[in-house]
């Protein structure tokens, strides 16, 4: 059972604070020689497997590491550029990490505020007026799970879809949000969480809330 | 201080005359920095509504109330639950307006105030607890209620009882139309 992350995000809309606590990691690492069967092309900053899906590495898989240095963007970490590389023969053989990329701190700000529209939207479009707003995403591989407080700011869940005990959790993560960061008097309002105390707290209740597993605390 | 995962009020008090004595002493440093009245009233203002806006977020996530409804609705949880849990006092609330929008809070026993007699001749217009009328007006704009919160009546000053006055600013149908 995972919890997955934790997002929270300020009235106007801005990512707070983020905490990525556990990623399945899907990577492939396999060593290929002269021709690649993989079709590579770029997209956005990344490079990615367009064709020749097998063994693990998908379809949209993005390059993560060259013979065990990570890339940099579409360059190697010596500063070459991937396609080039992997296109001469005398590099081979080579080993080559393959993944699901991690989401940027940019793109994970973008995806914040987008969420947050889609909440007013949500809210707007309910027939009954005092709509609490999107309480949860439901979707194969994980679930999302929203609070929204009386004072605007919103506190978000990703987890596993068989984890329980959310609600209670995101009661908590609320309270520990009201005792760290607001009573830190060096903590100003809609601003970046940057406090220790924080941080070590909501690892400490993300713990608390998995280890009482599928079938909520006392299990 | 730290507080262990499972926060219980029992295990966290500090000394009541240590509160009163610090609330004491900041309205004496402000009555040493200020000479008139109404400097010393606007910064406990300001002061308190610094507080209120980071302990509207603290008061709902312990006590977990519902959205209230009315105006009504409003005052009487700030006096019944809010007062209670931070002062330990209950106020009584009464409706001052027809149009159901101005409420007063009697406070019968006031606990900033317990070893304060009477004010000096030359403060004689100084809101001793205008604290509390900042943290009441700061802790209601978060959530998205204006309101003016004044001292109607003040024991120090001679009158019977101490009433804190407030008035909400806008009309309850507008707030419909506000973001939930």
Same mark, same amino acid.
């Given at each position: 059972?995972?919890?997955?992350?934790?997002?929270?995000?300020? %009235?106007?809309?801005?990512?707070?604070?983020?905490?990525? #606590?556990?990623?399945?990691?899907?990577?492939?690492?396999?060593?290929?020689?002269?021709?690649?069967?993989?079709?590579?092309?770029? #997209?956005?900053?990344?490079?990615?497997?367009?064709?020749?899906?097998?063994?693990?590495?998908?379809?949209?898989?993005?390059?993560?590491?060259?013979?065990?240095?990570?890339?940099?963007?579409?360059? @190697?970490?010596?500063?070459?550029?991937?396609?080039?590389?992997? +296109?001469?023969?005398?590099?081979?053989?080579?080993?080559?990490?393959? /993944?699901? #990329?991690?989401?940027?701190?940019?793109?994970?700000?973008?995806?914040? $505020?987008?969420?947050? $529209?889609?909440?007013?939207?949500?809210?707007?479009?309910?027939?009954?007026? +005092?709509?609490?707003?999107?309480?949860?995403?439901?979707?194969? *591989?994980?679930?999302? #799970? !929203?609070?929204? *407080?009386? @004072?605007?700011?919103?506190?978000?869940?990703?987890?596993?879809?068989?984890? &329980?005990?959310?609600?209670?959790?995101?009661?908590?993560?609320?309270?520990?949000?009201?005792?760290?960061?607001?009573?830190?008097?060096?903590?100003?309002?809609?601003?970046?969480?940057? !406090?220790?105390?924080?941080?070590?707290?909501?690892?400490?209740?993300?713990? =608390?809330?998995?280890?009482?597993?599928?079938? +909520?605390?006392?299990? | 201080?730290?507080?262990?995962?499972?926060?219980?009020?029992?295990?966290?008090?500090?000394?009541?005359?240590?509160?009163?004595? *610090?609330?004491?002493?900041?309205?004496?440093?402000? !009555?040493?920095?200020?000479?008139?009245?109404?400097?010393?009233?606007?910064?406990?203002?300001?002061?308190?509504?610094?507080?209120?806006?980071?302990?509207?977020?603290?008061?709902?996530?312990?006590?977990? =109330? %519902?959205?209230?409804?009315?105006?009504?609705?409003?005052?009487?949880?700030?006096?019944?639950?809010?007062?209670?849990?931070?002062? +330990? =006092? &209950?106020?009584?609330? $009464?409706?001052? $307006?027809?149009?159901?929008?101005?409420?007063?809070?009697?406070?019968?026993?006031?606990?900033?105030?317990?070893?304060?007699?009477?004010?000096?001749?030359?403060?004689?217009?100084?809101?001793? !607890?205008?604290?509390?009328? /900042?943290?009441?007006?700061?802790?209601?704009?978060?959530?998205?209620?204006?309101?003016?919160? @004044?001292?109607?009546?003040?024991?120090?000053?001679?009158?019977?009882?101490?009433?804190?006055?407030? *008035?909400?600013?806008?009309?309850?149908?507008?707030?419909?139309? %506000?973001?939930?």
């Amino acid at each position: 059972m995972a919890i997955f992350s934790v997002y929270v995000v300020n %009235k106007a809309g801005g990512l707070i604070y983020q905490l990525d #606590h556990y990623a399945p990691r899907s990577d492939t690492e396999k060593t290929f020689s002269f021709p690649l069967d993989l079709v590579l092309r770029p #997209h956005d900053e990344r490079v990615v497997v367009a064709f020749g899906q097998r063994d693990g590495i998908r379809v949209g898989h993005a390059v993560l590491a060259i013979n065990g240095a990570e890339v940099n963007g579409r360059f @190697t970490a010596d500063g070459k550029d991937i396609l080039e590389f992997l +296109g001469n023969p005398a590099n081979y053989p080579v080993s080559i990490r393959f /993944g699901r #990329h991690r989401l940027s701190s940019n793109e994970k700000l973008m995806l914040a $505020s987008m969420f947050h $529209s889609l909440f007013a939207i949500g809210s707007q479009l309910s027939p009954e007026v +005092g709509s609490s707003g999107i309480e949860m995403l439901e979707t194969d *591989t994980f679930k999302l #799970h !929203c609070f929204q *407080t009386l @004072t605007g700011i919103k506190f978000m869940v990703l987890a596993d879809p068989r984890q &329980t005990g959310i609600d209670a959790l995101l009661r908590k993560i609320y309270e520990i949000y009201s005792d760290y960061a607001l009573k830190n008097p060096f903590y100003s309002l809609e601003m970046p969480i940057r !406090c220790e105390l924080f941080d070590q707290n909501l690892k400490l209740a993300l713990e =608390v809330a998995e280890k009482a597993g599928p079938f +909520g605390p006392g299990s | 201080m730290s507080h262990s995962p499972g926060r219980k009020q029992e295990n966290h008090k500090i000394s009541r005359e240590l509160f009163v004595l *610090t609330y004491g002493a900041l309205v004496a440093q402000l !009555c040493k920095d200020y000479e008139k009245d109404e400097d010393v009233n606007t910064c406990l203002d300001r002061m308190g509504y610094s507080i209120g806006i980071r302990l509207i977020d603290d008061f709902l996530a312990h006590s977990a =109330v %519902k959205k209230c409804r009315s105006y009504s609705e409003t005052a009487d949880m700030i006096a019944q639950i809010a007062f209670k849990m931070y002062l +330990g =006092v &209950t106020p009584s609330v $009464s409706c001052r $307006s027809a149009a159901g929008n101005e409420f007063s809070l009697i406070l019968d026993k006031n606990p900033l105030v317990e070893f304060v007699e009477e004010l000096p001749a030359e403060r004689a217009s100084l809101c001793y !607890c205008n604290l509390l009328c /900042g943290v009441i007006r700061g802790a209601l704009e978060m959530v998205h209620l204006a309101a003016e919160v @004044t001292f109607l009546q003040d024991r120090l000053k001679g009158d019977a009882v101490t009433e804190i006055g407030i *008035t909400f600013l806008r009309k309850p149908e507008d707030r419909k139309h %506000k973001r939930n």
